[in-house]
Every structure is written in C-alpha cells, then in structure tokens.
C-alpha cells in the first residue's frame, strides 16, 4: 500500500468563512490572537493590534484565542474563563474589529455553546479523531478546522474529514501543526501540506505550535519561537492556504505558550513576507 494518499481528481472546494472571507487559495488566510484570553482589557488591545495590521497590509484575518486550555502540562497552569463566558467576549471583541473568530472545543456540549458564538470552531490535535466532537461541530454548519494529531501521518485526516462530511458539513479545514519526534519535540514535515491537499482538504500551517518542544519544561511547555517565521515561510512556499499564528503583546510575560508567541509589535513584518511568498507562489 502506498504511504501518500491517492491524489484528489477534482478542485479544492471554496471554502466561505463570513461576509467575503473565503479560503480559496487566491490568497492566504491568517489565523492570529493570542494563546489564551488573559483578561477583556488584554483581549480587546489584542483585537485592535491586529485589526490595524489586517488593515495596513489588506489580509484576511479570522482572530483566535482558547477560552480553556484543556491541556495544559501543570494543574496549577492558567486555563482561562471557561467557554460561554470566554466566547461572549470573544465574538464581542472581534464583532468590534470586524473579524470573524475562533477556539477550540474539547467536548460536544463545548461545540453546541461555541457554535453559537464563533465563526469557525477548532478541533484540538488530541481530540481529532473524538467521533462526538467532530458531530457536534458539524451539526453547528460553522466552518469546523481539525488540527491534525501529532500521532497521525497526513493522510489520516480524510476519516476525519469523512466523518464532517457524513455529518452534512464540507466546510473543512486542516491545520498541520507537526509530529512527534522523539521526546519533547517536535518535526515539520512540508510534504504533509501537499499530502492533504492531495486529499481534497483546504491546510493551514500552524507555525507557532509546530515549534513546541510539549513538556519541555518540566511543568510547562517549551519552544523556539523564533522559528516559527521560518516554518511559516516555508510552508507559505510549499502550498499551503493558510497560517496560524499566535501572538502576544509581551511573550515573555503570557499566561501560556510565551516560549512559541510572536511579538505583536513584530507581527506586520512576518505577515508581510508571506503575503509576497504567496503572491508569488501562486502567480
């Protein structure tokens, strides 16, 4: 049996996010905000940073940031204000920018409250394959983007787009945010982006994540964040129809993931570079 998918006969479908915003490939889609919403005041300065960037540089922006990080390496780590509560605010900041948003959910119930808020609902990477979660999504019709498990090689997320799909949903998107690789690290593989385009799926590159180094700090998960423009600009060569990126207006001081955030003040600059990297790419 071949490694690599069987490649996909037809064009990659469009996929309509809100308004005008659509994931098409004619040019990149930008998912940024921060890791966490620290507190309102912390989120709205966020909102409007980006907001100003998204218009200086006419891109499109969805703006993120986790009402609950689930996951997170200690008990005592910093989770956030739970999900109706941090998705209220969410929508409310983005509304105000005119953005779409998104976070991730981490049960059905989650995705039933978030689908009434947000735009677009994340699956986390350990969740990908959680069948009810990927229902409840669906069922929302919002734009569901799965993060493809670390533990998973490319060509598994078709079961996972099947799944949507069964469900009625074909507005998929998958976020390729690195493998396993040893312990406490991470690997980019850019022939995963083609792989799962191959597929028939719209990809996003997470470049901020896929420089964890999960669990590298003993309690606490570690990074290269510096790398993450890097990868960013690779993966904008290799293909791919989006980024994610996360980013914070002083890294060293986030409530999580400060090791792998961009710093906001130097966020136009990356995103400029790649808007030309697709420009050219796709001439």
């Given at each position: 049996?071949?490694?690599?998918?069987?490649?996909?006969?037809?064009?990659?479908?469009?996929i309509p996010i809100?308004?005008?915003?659509?994931?098409?490939?004619?040019?990149?889609?930008?998912?940024?905000?921060?890791?966490?919403?620290?507190?309102?005041?912390?989120?709205?300065?966020?909102?409007?940073?980006?907001?100003?960037?998204?218009?200086?540089?006419?891109?499109?922006?969805?703006?993120?940031?986790?009402?609950?990080?689930?996951?997170?390496?200690?008990?005592?780590?910093?989770?956030?204000?739970?999900?109706?509560?941090?998705?209220?605010?969410?929508?409310?900041?983005?509304?105000?920018?005119?953005?779409?948003?998104?976070s991730?959910?981490?049960?059905?119930?989650e995705?039933?409250?978030?689908?009434?808020?947000?735009?677009?609902?994340?699956?986390?990477?350990?969740?990908?394959?959680?069948?009810?979660?990927?229902?409840?999504?669906?069922?929302?019709?919002?734009?569901?983007?799965?993060?493809?498990?670390?533990?998973l090689?490319?060509?598994?997320?078709?079961?996972?787009?099947?799944?949507?799909?069964?469900?009625?949903?074909?507005?998929?998107?998958?976020?390729?945010?690195?493998?396993?690789?040893?312990?406490?690290?991470?690997?980019?593989?850019?022939?995963?982006?083609?792989?799962i385009?191959?597929?028939?799926?719209?990809?996003?590159?997470?470049?901020?994540?896929?420089?964890?180094?999960?669990?590298?700090?003993?309690?606490?998960?570690?990074?290269?964040?510096?790398?993450?423009?890097?990868?960013?600009?690779?993966?904008v060569?290799?293909?791919?129809?989006?980024?994610?990126?996360?980013?914070?207006?002083?890294?060293?001081?986030?409530?999580?993931?400060?090791?792998?955030?961009?710093?906001?003040?130097?966020?136009?600059?990356?995103?400029q570079?790649?808007?030309?990297?697709?420009?050219?790419?796709?001439?």
């Open positions: 049996m071949s490694p690599t998918p069987s490649k996909s006969t037809g064009q990659l479908p469009e809100t308004g005008d915003l659509v994931v098409d490939g004619k040019q990149p889609l930008f998912i940024l905000g921060p890791c966490v919403i620290e507190s309102a005041d912390f989120l709205r300065r966020m909102g409007e940073g980006i907001a100003k960037i998204r218009d200086d540089l006419k891109i499109q922006v969805v703006f993120k940031a986790s009402y609950d990080k689930a996951n997170r390496t200690s008990i005592e780590s910093f989770r956030g204000p739970g999900c109706e509560e941090g998705c209220a605010l969410l929508a409310q900041v983005a509304a105000e920018f005119g953005m779409p948003a998104t991730d959910v981490h049960t059905a119930e995705a039933t409250m978030a689908g009434r808020y947000l735009d677009i609902l994340q699956i986390p990477a350990f969740l990908c394959r959680q069948t009810d979660l990927l229902l409840a999504a669906a069922k929302t019709n919002k734009v569901v983007n799965v993060k493809k498990g670390q533990f090689a490319p060509w598994d997320v078709t079961n996972i787009a099947q799944k949507l799909r069964d469900s009625g949903n074909s507005r998929i998107l998958i976020t390729e945010r690195g493998a396993t690789f040893g312990y406490n690290n991470l690997v980019a593989d850019m022939r995963s982006l083609a792989w385009r191959e597929a028939g799926c719209r990809v996003i590159f997470d470049a901020t994540h896929s420089v964890q180094r999960p669990g590298g700090m003993g309690n606490s998960t570690g990074g290269d964040g510096y790398l993450a423009p890097l990868l960013a600009r690779s993966a060569a290799a293909g791919c129809d989006g980024v994610f990126l996360e980013t914070h207006e002083d890294p060293d001081h986030a409530f999580s993931d400060g090791p792998n955030q961009i710093p906001l003040a130097e966020l136009s600059d990356h995103l570079t790649l808007k030309e990297i697709h420009a050219l790419v796709t001439r």
